[in-house]
């Protein structure tokens, strides 16, 4: 059995070292990606504080589509020309969003999030997905967050086999059916 070992969230820096180490340990040999993006996601979800959301979005042909996650269930399909996913999909750069309700074309998943991060799954130049951290507390994020989150999702993409994973083409969904505008 896998133990999370839980850490002092106070010094970022030391506390993303310390999640690198652990994520490390829980990828180990796995190269599935579906199973590392799944494992990735809980052990956010679990060791980060005030986090209300945690998971991916993978690129299936022009959209993201809903992928791994914890938290509330959330919308499945979203344009690149939406929301701060698609903002950070689009600019291939992490986005973080300190206030939701000002960023323009945020997509409300869950009315308690208020702050928000996304950082885009790049392997070569090729954009394979995003991952989403939501907060229910305003200015969450700050660029420590960033920075660290970036080195843990170049972990899992180096790490992972992404040949099953975020290539599909699926043109015949254009619509986000559950997804919000705010
Ligand atoms: N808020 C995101 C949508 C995804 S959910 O937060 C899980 C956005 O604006 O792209």
């Known amino acids: 059995m896998f133990h999370l070992r839980h850490t002092d969230a106070t010094d970022k820096p030391a506390l993303y070292a310390d999640l690198r180490q652990q994520l490390d340990a829980l990828i180990g040999d796995e190269t599935?990606?579906?199973?590392n993006l799944?494992?990735?996601?809980?052990?956010l979800f679990e060791l980060l504080p005030d986090l209300n959301w945690a998971g991916f979005y993978l690129l299936r042909a022009d959209e993201l589509v809903l992928g791994p996650f914890q938290g509330r269930v959330a919308c499945v399909r979203i344009a690149l020309s939406r929301g701060v996913c698609g903002a950070s999909a689009t600019r291939r750069e992490t986005v973080?969003?300190?206030d939701v309700h000002a960023?323009?074309?945020?997509?409300a998943c869950d009315a308690a999030s208020r702050s928000e991060v996304v950082v885009p799954l790049l392997r070569d130049d090729a954009l394979l997905g995003v991952l989403d951290l939501d907060?229910?507390?305003?200015?969450?994020?700050?660029?420590?967050?960033?920075?660290?989150l970036e080195a843990l999702v170049a972990l899992l993409v180096r790490r992972s086999?992404?040949?099953?994973?975020?290539?599909?083409s699926d043109p015949s969904r254009t619509d986000s059916p559950n997804c919000g505008v705010t």
């Open 32 to 35: 599935d990606g579906l199973a």
């Open 135 to 148: 907060s229910p507390l305003a200015g969450r994020f700050d660029s420590d967050d960033a920075r660290g």
């Open 161 to 168: 086999d992404w040949s099953r994973l975020a290539t599909g």
């Open 96 to 98: 973080v969003a300190p």
């Open 38 to 43: 799944a494992n990735t996601a809980a052990l």
């Open 103 to 107: 960023f323009p074309g945020h997509i």
